[in-house]
C-alpha cells in the first residue's frame, strides 16, 4: 500500500494542516537565510582574494596610501573590513615617527573591534537555524500529539476499536513528525556549516591582525632606534572590485 499525500493532505484536519504550515514557513525561511548568509561568504572570500595581495605588496613597500586605497576598494572582504580606519592612524603617527607602544596596542584594539564586527556580520541570522533544527521536530511532535488524540477521540465516538478503525488517524498524525525532521535536519546541517565558516573568517582574521601588528612593532623598534620609515606614494588607484 502506497503513501498518497494528497488523498492524505484531504483527510488532515485542521489542526494538523496549521502545522504543516507552519513548518513549511520555517524551512522556507530557514532555506531564505542559508541562501543569504551562503552568498554573502562566497563575495567575501572572492573580494579578500583580490585584496590580500594588494594589501601584502602595499605594506611591503611601506605605500600606506595603496594599503588605504585598496580598504576602501574591496569592503565587501571580511580581511578589509578588518582594518576599517587603521591606516589613516597609522600614516600619521609613522610620518611624524611618533608610533609608539600605545599606538600599537590601540591598533590592535581596533582589529579586534573589528574583527567582532566582522564575525557579527556573518553570524547574522543562524540564530534561526538554530531555532529551527531545535524546534522543528517537537512542532512536529505537537501535531502527531493531537492526531493521535483525535484518532482515540473518532474511535471513541464511534465504538468501534482495532488497527483499521484508527489507522488513517495515526496515519495523518505521524506525517507531521516526519515533516517536523525533514525540515531539521538540513537546518542542523546548515547551521553547523556556517558556523565553521564563521569560526574560519575569524581565524582568517586574526592571524592577518597578528601578522600587522608584529610588522607595527618592528616599525615602532626601527623608530625608538632612531631610524626613519620612508614612505612610498603611490599614484596608482586600484581598481575597485565589481
Not at 607602544?101 to 534561526?128: I, P
Not at 606614494?233 to 586600484?238: F, G, I, L, Q
Amino acid at each position: 500500500m502506497g503513501l498518497d499525500l494528497i488523498e492524505l493532505w484531504g483527510t488532515m484536519g485542521w489542526f494538523a494542516k496549521g502545522i504543516v504550515y507552519i513548518l513549511a514557513f520555517m524551512s522556507l525561511y530557514s532555506l531564505t537565510i542559508a541562501v543569504l548568509r551562503y552568498w554573502d561568504f562566497r563575495r567575501s572570500k572572492k573580494a579578500t582574494l583580490k585584496f590580500s595581495p594588494i594589501l601584502s605588496e602595499a605594506m611591503s613597500n611601506m605605500d600606506i596610501s595603496a594599503a588605504e586605497q585598496a580598504v576602501a576598494d574591496h569592503k565587501l572582504s571580511h580581511m578589509a573590513g578588518a582594518f576599517q580606519g587603521i591606516f589613516e592612524s597609522l600614516r600619521y603617527h609613522l610620518e611624524d615617527s611618533s608610533l609608539t607602544a600605545v599606538e600599537v596596542a590601540a591598533s590592535g584594539r581596533m582589529l579586534e573591534l573589528n574583527k567582532l564586527e566582522q564575525v557579527a556580520r556573518f553570524r547574522r541570522g543562524l540564530g534561526v537555524l538554530a531555532t529551527v533544527g531545535a524546534t522543528a521536530p517537537f512542532v512536529g511532535l505537537l501535531g502527531t500529539t493531537m492526531g493521535v488524540v483525535n484518532a482515540f477521540t473518532g474511535m471513541a465516538e464511534m465504538g468501534s476499536g482495532g488497527l483499521a478503525a484508527i489507522s488513517a488517524g495515526i496515519a495523518e498524525a505521524l506525517i507531521t513528525t516526519a515533516f517536523g525532521l525533514l525540515v531539521a535536519v538540513p537546518a542542523v546541517w546548515l547551521f553547523n556549516f556556517f558556523q565553521n565558516r564563521v569560526e574560519l573568517v575569524g581565524m582568517e582574521i586574526e592571524y592577518g591582525s597578528k601578522e600587522f601588528l608584529n610588522l607595527l612593532l618592528v616599525l615602532e623598534q626601527r623608530l625608538a632606534r632612531g631610524e626613519r620609515i620612508e614612505l612610498a606614494t603611490s599614484a596608482k588607484a586600484h581598481a575597485p572590485e565589481a
